[in-house]
């Protein structure tokens, strides 16, 4: 499926000939593609706007997906999209160069939102909450002007479980971040197809492809994130138990509500004998 030079996304030109990046290459696409159809991402004829910041989960998300589109696995339109949010010292040449050169239909938006948060976010607290809800109301705003249907995000298996732990710690809620959703407006989804692939395997694959990564200077400057502080415990428990972080996200795709405590999702009240339902059952 991979080996043919003639039969190739330009975004995989210069791919590494071994078997062990070939293995890496097909597990990913073939985990994107299980998500894609698990959670009913497509809608043919659609167009995604495929956000690209130029780290290393957004190209690989590029690149899949354009693999997936190559070999008519995913009848939707792809755009490219980068929010320069302008940043000091933002390489402001080298996405829309690399876009280029592979052939990619995308859109470069510049709009000055780091001023914003730097300006209205107290000194010592962290920027993302802010930063986060101006990037994502300007990629919808744009996503409307080009005509899609979903924004696509290239949030991965660890991001997802990392967001659990955070809400569980500091939210006090049982909450991630979805594959699936809607926005609060109602009229465009959200797509997270990257969210069955480890953060290691993106990792190796963008290093792998040698693609320019541009690190995030905004909050990557900043210590002591609830997020890294949760990554730690994270690789903690990985080196301690290899392979818990999979059997963590497995969890989160076997949620019993009758083996938890929320009556908004299970009716205890109305829960009567005879009913079925083994509320002694502690597996």
């Known amino acids: 499926m991979f080996d043919n030079a003639d039969d190739i996304h330009p975004l995989f030109e210069g791919a590494p000939d071994s078997t062990e990046f070939k293995k890496l290459r097909k597990r990913i696409v073939r985990e994107t593609r299980e998500a894609i159809e698990q959670y009913g991402m497509v809608e043919r004829g659609a167009k995604w706007l495929v956000c690209l910041s130029g780290g290393k989960d957004s190209y690989t998300l590029l690149a899949v997906l354009h693999e997936l589109q190559w070999r008519g696995l995913l009848p939707v339109e792809l755009l490219a999209c980068n929010l320069d949010q302008g940043q000091p010292g933002f390489p402001a040449t080298v996405l829309p160069e690399f876009l280029e050169k592979m052939g990619v239909p995308h859109r470069i938006e510049y709009q000055d939102t780091y001023s914003i948060v730097v300006d ?9 909450a802010l930063c986060s809800r101006l990037r994502r109301g300007n990629l919808y705003r744009i996503a409307r ?5 979903a924004v696509v995000l290239g949030h991965h298996r660890d991001d997802i479980l990392e967001t659990f732990f955070m809400n569980l710690f500091h939210g006090g809620r049982l909450a991630t971040m979805p594959p699936k959703l809607v926005n609060e407006e109602g009229d465009l989804f959200v797509y997270r197809p990257l969210a069955h692939v480890a953060e290691a395997d993106c990792e190796r694959f963008a290093s792998a492809m040698n693609y320019p990564i541009i ?3 905004l909050c990557g400057s900043q210590d002591g994130l609830q997020r890294q502080q949760v990554k730690q415990i994270l690789d903690g428990w990985e080196k301690n138990s290899p392979g818990r972080r999979q059997v963590m996200f497995r969890a989160l795709m076997n949620a019993r509500p009758s083996h938890l405590l929320d009556p908004k999702l299970f009716d205890f009240a109305g829960l009567t004998r005879g009913t079925g339902e083994d509320i002694l059952d502690l597996r």
């Open 120 to 128: 209205k976010v107290p000194a010592g607290r962290t920027f993302c």
């Open 145 to 149: 002007e080009e005509g899609c249907s």
């Open 215 to 217: 690190p995030c200077d």
